[in-house]
């Protein structure tokens, strides 16, 4: 497996293949101010089928281009340059940063610095930078190796949870005395409910499936946690959503349930993407609104600077590991068969336990 390329149909995400023609584009000479990426491991969560549900609304298809019907969906992971015909960029230097489902990556390294690159290919430039930006991953800048595994599978989501409860801050809870968090058993959830429960003062309530009510209940970060069926018995007070599950059948009974009371609707996540739609009418309560992560770290860099940004996030989530590692049972696998199955079961919903990953091989 020296070389591949994992591809999905981007009208059916459960039809894949491998790129057989990915070898010959490889070993393509490198253009002035390009360099080429080993991708050497990433991560594989919910989060990464919902780039694939929202590929065409958010442009995450525009990263790694495929031709029709394929599409490239974008992971989270570790990749060691292998050539470079960029002055600034060394053989041997380990990147963290947005990678397709592939064995290498073409970048155009541009704003190099101490800290990494962003990537300046022209079909990325349009898109948000947050995406495009590759960190050199040393101990020194904040990536000690023992962290890797962790940091592929839980930071993204992790940073995702930081950004929303920010913004939850800012806007002071909008008013509300509990936050509502679908798809309860997702790490971005899980994520937030850790922050919310830890660092703010606010009532956090889970809502999940009823196979998952005694592992959410588990984490210790929910105040209470109720099953999908029973939302009728959720007691009103003002609240504000933070739908991670995307399922509008659900986001529709919550909001009818709570009404006036319900002060800020966010959208987050499709995790329940293969859900019926629900009507299409308008709800009570507050207006449904996309929360698009980049956005917010762009405001809070803004305000209050990179170096700061860093910090806060650095500092939380190094109490947010050694709370993830109790319950998450990684399983790595190392070969196209392996990516192919771990695949399916990610888009299957698996146990909320299980934290997946893709090692290349050494050799």
Same mark, same amino acid.
Request: aromatic share 10%.
């Given at each position: 497996m020296s070389a591949f390329s994992f591809r999905v149909d981007r009208e059916d995400l459960h039809k894949t293949?491998?790129?057989?023609?990915?070898?010959?584009?490889?070993? &393509?000479?490198?253009?002035?101010? +390009?360099?080429?990426?080993?991708?050497?491991?990433?991560?594989l969560t919910a989060n990464n089928i919902t780039y694939g549900v929202a590929g065409d609304q958010i442009g995450y298809w525009q990263f790694f281009p495929q031709a029709l019907p394929w599409g490239q969906i974008p992971v989270w992971g570790f990749g060691t340059v292998v050539a470079s015909d960029v002055e600034t960029l060394h053989v041997g230097q380990r990147f963290y940063g947005y990678f397709p489902m592939a064995s290498h990556l073409r970048v155009e390294p541009?704003?190099?610095?101490?800290?990494?690159?962003?990537?300046?290919?022209?079909?990325?430039? &349009?898109?948000?930078?947050a995406y495009n930006q590759y960190s050199l991953a040393?101990?020194?800048l904040g990536f000690p190796p023992e962290e890797d595994r962790?940091?592929?599978?839980?930071?993204?989501?992790?940073?995702?949870?930081?950004?929303?409860?920010?913004?939850?801050?800012?806007?002071?809870?909008?008013?509300? +005395?509990?936050?509502?968090l679908t798809s309860a058993s997702s790490k971005t959830a899980m994520s937030l409910a850790y922050l919310l429960n830890r660092f703010h003062n606010v009532k956090v309530?889970?809502?999940?499936?009823?196979?998952?009510?005694?592992?959410?209940?588990?984490?210790?970060?929910?105040?209470?946690?109720? &099953?999908?069926?029973?939302?009728?018995?959720?007691?009103?007070?003002?609240?504000?959503?933070?739908?991670?599950?995307?399922?509008?059948?659900?986001r529709a009974r919550l909001h009818r349930r709570f009404a006036d009371q319900l002060r800020h609707s966010s959208l987050v996540g499709i995790t329940h993407y293969e859900a019926e739609p629900g009507e299409r009418v308008p709800l009570p309560g507050a207006e449904p609104t996309p929360f698009f992560a980049p956005s917010q770290a762009e405001k809070m860099i803004k305000e209050g600077g990179q170096d700061r940004f860093r910090a806060e996030l650095a500092e939380?989530? &190094?109490?947010?590991?050694?709370?993830?590692?109790?319950?998450?049972?990684?399983?790595?696998?190392?070969?196209?068969?392996?990516? +192919?199955r771990v695949y399916r079961d990610v888009a299957s919903n698996p146990s909320p336990r299980n934290g997946y990953l893709f090692e290349r091989a050494s050799g």
């Open positions: 293949s491998f790129d057989s023609g990915y070898v010959g584009a490889i070993e &393509a000479p490198l253009k002035k101010g +390009e360099a080429l990426l080993s991708v050497d491991a990433f991560a541009g704003k190099v610095s101490p800290h990494g690159f962003v990537c300046q290919a022209e079909h990325r430039r &349009a898109l948000p930078q040393t101990p020194e962790m940091r592929m599978l839980l930071n993204p989501l992790f940073t995702t949870a930081f950004l929303l409860a920010a913004q939850l801050k800012d806007a002071e809870y909008f008013s509300a +005395e509990s936050v509502l309530v889970g809502l999940t499936s009823k196979p998952n009510l005694d592992f959410v209940q588990s984490l210790g970060v929910y105040q209470s946690v109720i &099953a999908y069926e029973a939302l009728e018995q959720l007691s009103v007070e003002p609240a504000a959503l933070i739908d991670i599950a995307g399922n509008s059948a659900v939380q989530w &190094a109490g947010f590991i050694c709370h993830a590692v109790a319950w998450c049972d990684l399983k790595v696998v190392s070969d196209g068969a392996g990516l +192919e």
